[in-house]
């Protein structure tokens, strides 16, 4: 009904009718109308067609052992839950696909879903789901495919199936195509109709690629949330990088699964390292959807699925299994020596050739490590392009430049043959943004100090396709990741941030990113399981449940010198964790109350004001937000040439249109408006309006005139990168750095 009523209040297809038109004449037109809308839009069901593995994956014609196993295990009726956990690179996302589009014949959904954790992530995602869909759509079949996040107006991948929805005869848009127009014919093929780029609607779309942000907004009471969650409900939901959530969100994940069983969706949970706790929560959340707590067959494996009934079975190779594929990875723990000393080790080691990628916490110490990176080339024989940086402040125009450039060159060959652009070197500085779902093959890895289940998930960008082992220079042959942690006076990693009151002047920001306690149990877990050499041997499958339930589960006892720290961080973990879920717990809704197990009361899932649009709006402590954490504000940031004229690059080449568009004068121009206005639009930390290097109130900034920099928060930058208009004096930008304050 929700839906209806959207596609209802479309003038496009539905128009006034004088009173005087007889009832039956009026009847048969509406029905004519809303037919038509619902085939315009393509709300009608995937017909997903039989076919083969080989089919949906010619490069791999042959599926691995576990992704048989997976495949066999799937249900042949009924919604399902299916959880597969699996190293990095072992083709988890296909068996996942795999899957969706066997539940879709068998239970005969809209369409999928793929939510991951990041943006990037989704970007690149994007472009394997457009592939798998010119494979199983029927010949001649159209369908939409969305990005859902913030920025996906900036890609070009949006604008492209847009312009591939023009190419099928959209009356509303006339826009000149980039793209091959040509009518397919022998498959299927993606487009995009540029009524799902509306607020809410992208998660209409039959195919979605997003963050999991989607998800974790559904059980909340914010504006529209019926639709966010209705359009979930008839899709095959898949959650990539499960592990990857703080508890807040993982709290709103249960509840929307919940919500999901009920509502007859089906889940696809996908996770090279998923904690226990996790796993049970989701799938007790899943069975309290159904309202059935069917038998465990007690099977083992690492794939499992909860059928329409609540019943449990487990399949797929055991990590002793000599079929089980296994990733063998040395991890050397070693006292940070510094940025002078570690950047011009990597860059002797390295010389002859290795790309390596050096992973920081905080984009402060990644600037200064990459920049200490550039002082040194030269010295030790290296130029300054094979070095490259990539982080969360650089403006999407540079930073999607960059991630297509590292995913050409560091990413697969065509059809699993060693990629022809892959350089002999490069050295990569990054934050976390380097190792969610990114296809990228370093041959070696540094890291700071980070949880176990982090640095098993980076682990998967080193040494991911095997087609490299043998070119990768000697010293790198071993798949070998490096950890750093910084000691303090008694010996034990500095895992806190520095406290006056506590008596700790000196600590590690670090500590406000990652929790103290999973940075100190991660190294103590790891120091307890080094060899004479000083190297932690692991294997994965096999060493994943003790490295995860040794940080996640029961308290570490016996830890000798370590113990004192562990029970400290370990009480204030447990506090955050507390305000976490009860912070969860005051902003969602579920389908059935406990108590009683009957249906919510309807005045119970009303949303207002209070509640605002979902990450946007509302009162502070109950306003819908997607994950905890500082707020930002969205900031757009140009450049001003010295004779005026206002640019969205620094070389002064792509002058910024400012003017006033509409998208129902003229669509071209407004799209492209859109897009280059989100490619240079930043989120800015809330904190850095607080403090003694504040930026000044946004209320202070100047005004401008032009129509498209109205009621916008607006920073203008010289060529050089000094900021002009705005915080006047605060901060400065570099397209290879990104911003930061002065």
Same mark, same amino acid.
């Given at each position: 009904?929700?839906?209806?009523?959207?596609?209802?209040?479309?003038?496009?297809?539905?128009?006034?009718? *004088? $009173?005087? /038109?007889?009832?039956?004449?009026?009847?048969?037109?509406? &029905?004519?109308? @809303?037919? #038509? !809308?619902?085939? +315009?839009?393509?709300?009608?069901?995937?017909?997903?067609?039989?076919?083969?593995?080989?089919?949906?994956?010619?490069?791999?014609?042959?599926?691995?052992?576990?992704?048989?196993?997976?495949?066999?295990?799937?249900?042949?009726?009924?919604?399902?839950?299916?959880?597969?956990?699996?190293?990095?690179?072992?083709?988890?996302?296909?068996?996942?696909?795999?899957?969706?589009?066997?539940?879709?014949?068998?239970?005969?959904?809209?369409?999928?879903?793929?939510?991951?954790?990041?943006?990037?992530?989704?970007?690149?995602?994007?472009?394997?789901?457009?592939?798998?869909?010119?494979?199983?759509?029927?010949?001649?079949?159209?369908?939409?495919?969305?990005? *859902? $996040?913030? /920025?996906?107006?900036?890609?070009?991948?949006?604008?492209? &199936?847009?312009? @591939?929805? #023009? !190419?099928?005869? +959209?009356?509303?848009?006339?826009?000149?195509?980039?793209?091959?127009?040509?009518?397919?014919?022998?498959?299927?093929?993606?487009?995009?109709?540029?009524?799902?780029?509306?607020?809410?609607?992208?998660?209409?779309?039959?195919?979605?690629?997003?963050?999991?942000?989607?998800?974790?907004?559904?059980?909340?009471?914010?504006?529209?949330?019926?639709?966010?969650?209705?359009?979930?409900?008839?899709?095959?939901?898949?959650?990539?990088?499960?592990?990857?959530?703080?508890?807040?969100?993982?709290?709103?994940?249960?509840?929307?699964?919940?919500?999901?069983?009920?509502?007859?969706?089906?889940?696809?949970?996908?996770?090279?390292?998923?904690?226990?706790?996790?796993?049970?929560?989701?799938?007790?959340?899943?069975?309290?959807?159904?309202?059935?707590?069917?038998?465990?067959?007690?099977?083992?494996?690492?794939?499992?699925?909860?059928?329409?009934?609540?019943?449990?079975?487990?399949?797929?190779?055991?990590?002793?299994?000599?079929?089980?594929?296994?990733?063998?990875?040395?991890?050397?723990?070693?006292?940070?020596?510094?940025?002078?000393?570690?950047?011009?080790?990597?860059?002797?080691?390295?010389?002859?050739?290795?790309?390596?990628?050096?992973?920081?916490?905080?984009?402060?110490?990644?600037?200064?490590?990459?920049?200490?990176?550039?002082?040194?080339?030269?010295?030790?024989?290296?130029?300054?392009?094979?070095?490259?940086?990539?982080?969360?402040?650089?403006?999407?125009?540079?930073?999607?430049?960059?991630?297509?450039?590292?995913?050409?060159?560091?990413?697969?060959?065509?059809?699993?043959?060693?990629?022809?652009?892959?350089?002999?070197?490069?050295?990569?500085?990054?934050?976390?943004?380097?190792?969610?779902?990114?296809?990228?093959?370093?041959?070696?890895?540094?890291?700071?100090?980070?949880?176990?289940?982090?640095?098993?998930?980076?682990?998967?960008?080193?040494?991911?396709?095997?087609?490299?082992?043998?070119?990768?220079?000697?010293?790198?042959?071993?798949?070998?990741?490096?950890?750093?942690?910084?000691?303090?006076?008694?010996?034990?990693?500095?895992?806190?941030?520095?406290?006056?009151?506590?008596?700790?002047?000196?600590?590690?920001?670090?500590?406000?990113?990652?929790?103290?306690?999973?940075?100190?149990?991660?190294?103590?877990?790891?120091?307890?399981?080094?060899?004479?050499?000083?190297?932690?041997?692991?294997?994965?499958?096999?060493?994943?449940?003790?490295?995860?339930?040794?940080?996640?589960?029961?308290?570490?006892?016996?830890?000798?010198?370590?113990?004192?720290?562990?029970?400290?961080?370990?009480?204030?973990?447990?506090?955050?964790?507390?305000?976490?879920?009860?912070?969860?717990?005051?902003?969602?809704?579920?389908?059935?109350?406990?108590?009683?197990?009957?249906?919510?009361?309807?005045?119970?899932?009303?949303?207002?004001?209070?509640?605002?649009?979902?990450?946007?709006?509302?009162?502070?402590?109950?306003?819908?937000?997607?994950?905890?954490?500082?707020?930002?504000?969205?900031?757009?940031?140009?450049?001003?040439?010295?004779?005026?004229?206002?640019?969205?690059?620094?070389?002064?080449?792509?002058?910024?249109?400012?003017?006033?568009?509409?998208?129902?004068?003229?669509?071209?121009?407004?799209?492209?408006?859109?897009?280059?206005?989100?490619?240079?639009?930043?989120?800015?930390?809330?904190?850095?309006?607080?403090?003694?290097?504040?930026?000044?109130?946004?209320?202070?900034?100047?005004?401008?005139?032009?129509?498209?920099?109205?009621?916008?928060?607006?920073?203008?930058?010289?060529?050089?990168?000094?900021?002009?208009?705005?915080?006047?004096?605060?901060?400065?930008?570099?397209?290879?750095?990104?911003?930061?304050?002065?």
């Amino acid at each position: 009904m929700y839906l209806a009523d959207w596609v209802a209040s479309d003038t496009e297809f539905f128009h006034f009718r *004088v $009173h005087t /038109t007889p009832v039956t004449h009026w009847w048969q037109a509406a &029905l004519r109308e @809303a037919d #038509q !809308a619902v085939r +315009d839009r393509r709300l009608t069901r995937w017909q997903a067609r039989p076919i083969t593995w080989e089919e949906m994956w010619p490069d791999t014609p042959k599926p691995r052992a576990f992704q048989a196993d997976g495949m066999r295990l799937a249900p042949d009726e009924g919604q399902a839950m299916i959880v597969v956990e699996s190293d990095t690179g072992s083709g988890k996302t296909r068996l996942a696909l795999w899957i969706a589009h066997h539940l879709a014949r068998t239970c005969g959904y809209s369409g999928l879903y793929m939510a991951l954790p990041t943006r990037a992530a989704g970007n690149q995602v994007a472009t394997e789901l457009r592939k798998f869909l010119h494979a199983v759509l029927a010949p001649g079949e159209v369908r939409d495919m969305a990005l *859902v $996040h913030g /920025t996906a107006q900036a890609t070009d991948l949006v604008h492209e &199936l847009v312009d @591939a929805h #023009q !190419a099928h005869g +959209d009356p509303l848009t006339d826009l000149s195509s980039t793209i091959d127009t040509a009518t397919c014919t022998d498959s299927g093929q993606a487009v995009l109709d540029p009524w799902y780029l509306r607020r809410c609607l992208a998660l209409v779309a039959s195919f979605g690629v997003g963050t999991v942000d989607q998800i974790a907004l559904a059980p909340q009471g914010s504006r529209h949330w019926a639709l966010r969650l209705g359009a979930l409900m008839c899709k095959v939901v898949i959650i990539d990088e499960a592990h990857a959530y703080e508890l807040f969100q993982q709290n709103l994940l249960s509840a929307a699964v919940e919500w999901l069983a009920e509502g007859g969706a089906s889940l696809v949970v996908l996770s090279a390292t998923l904690p226990r706790s996790i796993r049970n929560e989701l799938t007790t959340a899943w069975r309290r959807g159904l309202g059935r707590t069917g038998h465990d067959d007690g099977t083992q494996g690492p794939i499992m699925v909860v059928d329409h009934n609540g019943r449990i079975s487990r399949s797929g190779p055991l990590p002793h299994h000599p079929q089980t594929p296994k990733l063998l990875t040395d991890i050397q723990l070693n006292e940070d020596p510094g940025d002078t000393d570690l950047v011009a080790h990597i860059l002797d080691q390295a010389r002859n050739g290795g790309c390596v990628v050096v992973r920081s916490t905080r984009i402060d110490p990644c600037r200064s490590r990459y920049r200490k990176a550039l002082q040194l080339a030269s010295t030790h024989g290296w130029q300054p392009d094979e070095i490259l940086i990539l982080h969360g402040m650089l403006l999407p125009r540079h930073r999607l430049q960059l991630e297509t450039r590292l995913a050409g060159i560091l990413g697969p060959g065509p059809k699993g043959r060693r990629n022809p652009d892959r350089p002999g070197r490069l050295l990569v500085f990054a934050t976390g943004v380097i190792e969610q779902s990114l296809d990228l093959d370093f041959d070696h890895g540094v890291t700071d100090l980070c949880p176990i289940d982090v640095a098993v998930q980076f682990r998967g960008r080193i040494h991911r396709h095997a087609v490299n082992n043998p070119y990768r220079s000697p010293w790198c042959r071993t798949p070998r990741l490096t950890m750093l942690w910084q000691p303090g006076q008694d010996g034990l990693p500095i895992v806190e941030p520095p406290d006056w009151a506590a008596g700790r002047p000196t600590g590690t920001y670090d500590g406000l990113v990652y929790a103290p306690y999973v940075l100190a149990a991660s190294w103590h877990t790891l120091t307890q399981r080094r060899d004479p050499d000083g190297i932690v041997r692991l294997e994965t499958p096999r060493d994943s449940a003790w490295a995860l339930e040794s940080v996640y589960g029961e308290a570490i006892q016996g830890a000798g010198p370590a113990q004192a720290l562990l029970d400290r961080t370990r009480s204030a973990y447990l506090t955050a964790l507390a305000d976490e879920a009860l912070q969860a717990k005051d902003r969602l809704f579920l389908p059935f109350t406990r108590r009683r197990r009957t249906p919510v009361a309807t005045y119970d899932l009303a949303s207002g004001n209070n509640q605002g649009d979902g990450d946007k709006g509302g009162v502070t402590g109950i306003a819908a937000v997607s994950r905890l954490g500082e707020d930002s504000v969205d900031c757009l940031i140009l450049y001003q040439q010295p004779n005026g004229t206002i640019t969205y690059d620094h070389e002064g080449v792509q002058r910024a249109d400012l003017g006033q568009r509409s998208p129902t004068r003229d669509v071209t121009a407004y799209r492209r408006q859109q897009k280059e206005l989100l490619a240079n639009t930043l989120a800015l930390p809330a904190r850095w309006w607080n403090g003694r290097h504040s930026l000044q109130p946004i209320a202070d900034w100047p005004h401008h005139p032009q129509p498209a920099l109205r009621n916008k928060p607006v920073i203008l930058l010289s060529p050089a990168g000094t900021c002009l208009s705005g915080p006047v004096g605060k901060l400065r930008y570099d397209h290879t750095t990104g911003l930061e304050r002065i």
